[in-house]
């Protein structure tokens, strides 16, 4: 079982190479600029929030979450990006991430934790359909 904690100011390499491996993953590319501005505010926490799960040491995934208000509730919980090394998926690391989110929205009282993810995504939704409830949204992104 992996340990994972709030990401450190240590893991910013290998942080950045495991965010890399998820925008890849996703076909997306961002300048080096959004990678410094996102580790800044994940250290600040400032409105988004990371932890990293380590095995024998070494950082092998992550996950970034954020919380806002909406019409429903005053807290939800988005659980943004996950991602684990791929050589050690489905050893426990994205369950841990997610409980490790779980536990920071339930502390904050948030009433809801959800995510999104591509329905091609085959590998991940073996798990998140184990730990959630695909309520069946579909996601639009306005482009105009």
Known sequence: ??????????DRARWG???QGYLTFY???????????TWRRLMAGEGLYGFGAHVDGRLVGITHCLFHA????????YLQDLFAEEALRGRGIGRALIEAVAGMARAR??????????????TARLLYDRLASNRGFIRYDYTG
């Open 17 to 19: 190479e495991l965010w």
């Open 1 to 10: 079982m992996p340990d994972v904690m709030a990401l450190r100011p240590e």
């Open 70 to 77: 909406s019409t429903w509730a005053d807290d939800v919980c």
């Open 109 to 122: 009282g948030a009433s809801r934790l959800y995510w999104m993810t591509q329905d091609s995504n085959a």
């Open 27 to 37: 076909k997306t590319a961002l300048p080096e600029a959004r990678y410094a501005e």
